[in-house]
């Protein structure tokens, strides 16, 4: 059984088609075959008939009949008169056939049908009347192949093509018809792609009335999922206010400022409570896919505010990017990740930073590249992890790159560095799904 529904459809289809065709086609051979066959008893009836009028006139009135058409020819149309012992036939007559048993149980007067077969294997379709009374027998014979077979063999040829071409022209029909029929369910899946995109926030309900209960409960899912992704949101920023202020009242209490080690604790807890928070964030987010962020306009603004940050450090930002650049990230995300990949370019550039994109399939590579000391191979992996700085005396949690990694994972995305092969400092290379397929 074909898994599509359209598959299904036009399998049923097909098989109720064929099967009608086929009985369609018993049937008319069967009427056929009827009609030939009654067109040659007809022909049959009226030789009996006047062969039983020419018994009253003597054998000479039997001899008249014996040639006449189609009994003069050789193709075995024949008769038989059998009447006081005597037995008269038509000139092409073989082996006397044996009617001995046959029609005894049929009135007198009344003509049935035989099929005999001669000494030669051809078969005789005959007709057979048994006179009341004087026990005579008169019988006309026609050979089937060439009276009834060939006939309906010839009426059946064009009856099997007529058929063959009806089936065609049901087949295709039930193709377009399932066609329009599942044209709804095809438009639903578009939408269902644009709100994956972005590009709308409910399916329409204007739907056939079969479908109609599917998009209104697709439209309340949506509507759920985005009030859960909100209230999600709002109870991580309430966690995050309801810890910081202690937190900051903590860090500035006389014990943590005069204590290195409350201090030390204190600087870990808010590293720790940001890193979670984050997670927790990132985890709350539901359809990611549903973001649109224009990724050039953003970028330029934050590399404004980077400016801003590191002056009075002349920094040149040289930005290469499509104006069509739309990934699928909500606008807050992208911002943490690129503010803190900028953030590190900038601390380490030491006159330029270049932001570029191309487009890889259906993911966006920005790349994020400076000229300041670069990075090795093997300090990559340290500074993906939580808390892990490269140099201590910089400024910083060693939280960024880490949360950065997590946040593009989550849009099925990736962050990998890399050293500039033009600038010959660090390069960052983020993939984020393009929000226009």
């Known amino acids: 059984m074909p898994r599509s529904l359209a598959g299904r459809l036009l399998l049923a289809a097909g098989a109720a088609i064929a099967v009608a065709l086929v009985v369609a086609g018993v049937l008319i051979s069967s009427v056929l075959e009827r009609f030939v066959v009654r067109q040659v008893d007809g022909r049959l009836d009226a030789q009996i008939a006047l062969l039983d009028a020419s018994l009253a006139d003597g054998d000479a009135s039997l001899e008249e009949a014996r040639d006449r058409p189609p009994f003069d020819r050789r193709e075995k149309w024949v008769w038989v008169v059998s009447r006081d012992n005597r037995i008269t036939t038509s000139a092409f007559l073989g082996s006397q056939p044996d009617f001995s048993g046959r029609g005894r149980e049929a009135d007198p007067g009344e003509i049935r049908p035989f099929d005999l077969k001669e000494d030669d294997g051809r078969l005789i379709h005959w007709r057979v009347l048994r006179k009341n009374g004087s026990g005579s027998l008169i019988a006309a014979g026609a050979p089937y192949d060439p009276a009834i077979g060939r006939p309906l063999a010839e009426a059946m040829q064009p009856l099997v093509l007529a058929l063959l071409a009806l089936g065609t022209a049901l087949l295709l029909a039930a193709l377009i018809q399932v066609r329009l029929g599942l044209r709804p369910l095809r438009a639903l899946q578009e939408e269902l792609h644009a709100i994956r995109a972005g590009k709308r926030q ?236």
């Not at 670069?374 to 490269?390: F, N, T, Y």
């Not at 939280?399 to 960052?428: N, Q, W």
């Open 202 to 437: 409910s399916v329409s309900e204007n739907q056939p009335s079969e479908v109609m209960p599917l998009a209104t409960e697709l439209n309340k899912l949506l509507s759920e999922n985005a009030e859960g992704l909100a209230r999600a949101r709002r109870h991580a920023a309430n966690l995050a206010h309801g810890l910081k202020t202690p937190l900051a009242t903590l860090a500035a209490a006389p014990s943590a400022t005069q204590d290195p080690q409350t201090s030390d604790l204190v600087e870990r807890m808010d590293r720790l409570i940001r890193h979670h928070l984050t997670r927790a964030r990132a985890a709350a987010l539901g359809e990611t896919s549903r973001a649109r962020t224009e990724a050039s306009a953003r970028l330029g603004d934050l590399a404004d505010v980077m400016r801003a940050v590191h002056a009075p450090k002349p920094v040149a930002v040289e930005i290469d990017l499509p104006a069509e650049t739309v990934v699928a990230c909500e606008a807050q995300d992208f911002d943490e990740i690129f503010g803190n990949l900028l953030d590190n370019a900038f601390k380490w550039a030491r006159g330029t930073v270049r932001i570029s994109a191309s487009r890889e399939q259906r993911k966006i590579c920005i790349r994020i590249e400076d000229d300041g000391p670069g990075i090795s191979a093997e300090a990559v992996e340290d500074v993906l992890k939580p808390g892990k700085r490269l140099d201590e005396t910089v400024p910083g949690y060693g939280f960024g790159l880490p949360i950065a990694t997590e946040l593009a994972e989550l849009y099925g995305g990736s962050v990998r560095l890399g050293a500039s092969a033009d600038l010959k400092g660090a390069c960052a290379e983020v993939r984020l799904p393009s929000a226009q397929g």
